[in-house]
């Protein structure tokens, strides 16, 4: 599925040629399609924006203009929500939960998805399907059983009653951009490893781990962008507040300091830095995945 | 050609297989010497290997993503309020309770609702946003990245600055009197006429970003020869989008739908952050999953609130297979043919 990520610039320069070539009457849309393209961009950003800004003005300024730009801008805000202590707990329970999840999901999809990938057994038609058909069912239908198991459990409150179900949840996506990854290792080398006497394992660990790097990557990145934004696990499996991920603690300080609107948009927009780093490093990464997922 | 790709896959990986067994006795088993008792053990070793290494993904699969689904199924049986063993056997009677109740059909409407709006505003303009964007521009790896923004941050960050902006003394109002349309300000979240508008707006604005990318995808995968070969023709740029580009870009289109669709069904999280569960149902937001959340676990009723999953489970299983079969075969069937060639 990376494939389709890498050949998005090769195809876009043979367009323009092409475009050019055949006189295709294209210019004549270039003004309007700016237009529209920056139209798009500020739709899409500037509610981002209105938090981010909100950040640095006062709660009377929020008040007297809701929709202006900061007069004077207020570090404080911000430098409020650095010191707090609950903060940064709940930052550390989300990065906790967010890197047990990546890596659970990277290591166990891995097995599997090398598994079903490159043995032949009966079955294997199966148990891809059946991941396959986990796509379907995303977390919420499944929200009210999962907390009596995950009660029954006994690991209600508890980081790893979030962190297990979200590796389950996040199997299929992973299964599916993985498995073409690896039926694209050519079997010339898995030959020579096995020449050189190396074990089907062997050739697991020394051979398909390094070469699936780009893979991992990708699914790694989309299970931790999803643990660090998941709601509806973390509010039914975790009741305390020192346990509470970014999202539940968001929403927490926002009911709890509804006054102060300009606090509680610093504090948003604190909380999404992480999601928008990793999205911004691995833009190309994501939106290959994610269409690859949708495609495959 | 969405799922050509994935036949094709398919098609590859039975080929090679199909040579692995044929030649796999000569390759993979008798390295020193083919020996029978080798053999029989590198079978058994090779079974020892497929259950190591799928096991773990599989149990935690089946554990957290099929059980539940099973529990919801029994408990839906009873009336329970979670603790020990369920043990009040009502039969269908939290069903006959749901399908009476008023509220419920509230919020089958609001989701028939959110689901055909999601479509008619996000899909038109998530294909005029992608063949635009589709031209020669400037910039399109920024734009690229900026549309995708909305999608990637959290539902609780979208409905808190949302609902923030929203209010009735919020940010939204606010730029209407700036720019002198203070006729238009309203309560944007709390007026029954308007508030599934609003939700509309913000679930339009955070995933057409999704739509456009995959369309853009779908688009950059149509062969270039066909572009050429109309426009030797004399073919319009409008008329090439037209005959050309909408036809070849349905399987992306539809795929989207079928995405769209199932998360419409399965809506939960920004009607909650935003309107919490009573002022959902006053304002006409709410929705089943909000309904299943507030009836069950909220209200302590777990039974009823399994009974009411099991009715989303059944309901998305059902629109799921009818697309699949009626609108998802046609690529299929497309892309076997394909294959063959």
């Known amino acids: ?296 | 050609m969405t799922n050509s790709l994935g036949e094709k896959t398919l098609a590859e990986q039975r080929s090679p297989e199909g040579l692995s067994v044929a030649g796999g006795g000569t390759r993979r088993v008798s390295p020193p010497a083919g020996v029978r008792p080798v053999r029989r053990s590198k079978r058994w070793g090779q079974r020892f290997e497929i259950a190591v290494l799928s096991g773990p993904a599989i149990i935690v699969f089946l554990t957290f993503v099929i059980l539940p689904v099973g529990l919801a199924a029994y408990y839906g049986f009873y009336r329970w309020k979670g603790y020990g063993v369920p043990t009040d056997f009502v039969g269908f009677g939290n069903y006959a309770l749901i399908f009476a109740d008023k509220a419920f059909h509230e919020v089958l409407a609001h989701n028939a609702v959110i689901l055909v709006l999601s479509l008619v505003l996000q899909g038109p303009l998530a294909i005029v946003l992608a063949l635009l964007l589709n031209q020669k521009i400037r910039g399109r790896s920024i734009i690229r990245v900026l549309i995708f923004v909305p999608y990637v941050i959290s539902e609780v960050i979208v409905g808190t600055g949302w609902s923030l902006m929203l209010q009735t003394n919020g940010a939204v109002n606010g730029l209407l009197e700036n720019l002198g349309l203070g006729a238009l300000k309203t309560d944007w979240l709390s007026d029954p006429n308007v508030a599934i508008w609003s939700l509309m707006l913000i679930i339009s604005w955070k995933y057409i970003g999704f739509a456009v990318i995959l369309f853009l995808a779908g688009l950059q995968s149509i062969p270039e020869e066909l572009f050429e070969a109309a426009a030797i023709d004399g073919a319009s740029y409008w008329q090439i989008q037209r005959r050309i580009t909408l036809p070849l870009l349905g399987p992306t289109i539809r795929i989207w739908a079928f995405l769209s669709i199932i998360g419409s069904l399965q809506l939960f999280d920004l009607v909650y952050i935003i309107w919490g569960q009573y002022v959902a149902s006053t304002a006409g937001t709410s929705t089943m999953a909000t309904y299943m959340v507030g009836q069950g676990r909220n209200a302590g009723n777990y039974g009823y609130g399994n009974a009411v999953a099991v009715v989303i489970f059944i309901i998305s299983l059902t629109i799921a297979l009818i697309y699949q079969r009626f609108v998802l075969r046609r690529d299929t069937a497309g892309a076997l043919t394909e294959g063959h060639k």
């Not at chain 1, 709940?90 to 891995?110: E, M, W």
């Not at chain 1, 990145?221 to 039914?236: C, E, R």
Request: charged letters at 10%.
């Open chain 1, 1 to 296: 599925m990376s494939t389709t990520t890498y050949r998005l610039p090769k195809s876009t320069d043979r367009r323009r040629r092409d475009a050019n070539g055949q006189r295709v009457p294209i210019n004549w849309g270039h003004p309007i399609t700016y237009f529209i393209a920056l139209l798009f961009v500020s739709v899409s950003i500037a509610p981002v924006l209105y938090i981010v800004l909100g950040g640095f003005r006062t709660n009377s300024e929020i008040t007297v203009d809701p929709a202006g730009f900061p007069l004077q801008w207020q570090f404080g805000n911000y430098a409020d929500v650095l010191k707090s202590p609950t903060f940064w707990q709940q930052f550390g329970n989300s990065a906790i939960a967010g890197l047990a999840t990546t890596i659970g999901v990277v290591v166990l999809g891995l097995m599997v998805s090398f598994v079903l990938a490159r043995y032949s057994f009966r079955g294997r038609g199966a148990i891809y399907s059946l991941f396959a058909a986990g796509l379907m069912f995303p977390i919420t239908v499944a929200i009210t059983p999962l907390y009596i198991l995950v009660k029954d459990l006994g690991l209600v409150n508890n980081l790893a009653g979030v962190i297990l179900p979200q590796i389950a949840f996040a199997l299929p996506t992973t299964v599916i951009i993985l498995v073409p990854f690896l039926k694209a290792i050519p079997d010339e080398i898995e030959e020579a490893a096995s020449i050189d006497g190396a074990s089907r394992l062997g050739f697991f660990f020394r051979m398909v781990v390094p070469l699936a790097v780009p893979g991992v990557v990708t699914v790694g990145i989309l299970a931790f962008i999803g643990s660090w934004n998941s709601y509806i696990l973390p509010l039914f499996i975790l009741s305390d507040q020192a346990n509470y991920t970014l999202p539940l603690g968001v929403q927490a300080f926002s009911s709890q300091y509804s006054v102060d609107t300009a606090r509680v948009l610093a504090f948003t927009s604190l909380s999404m830095i992480p999601a928008l780093i990793f999205f911004t490093i691995f833009e190309r990464r994501i939106v290959g995945g994610l269409t690859g997922a949708v495609k495959g």
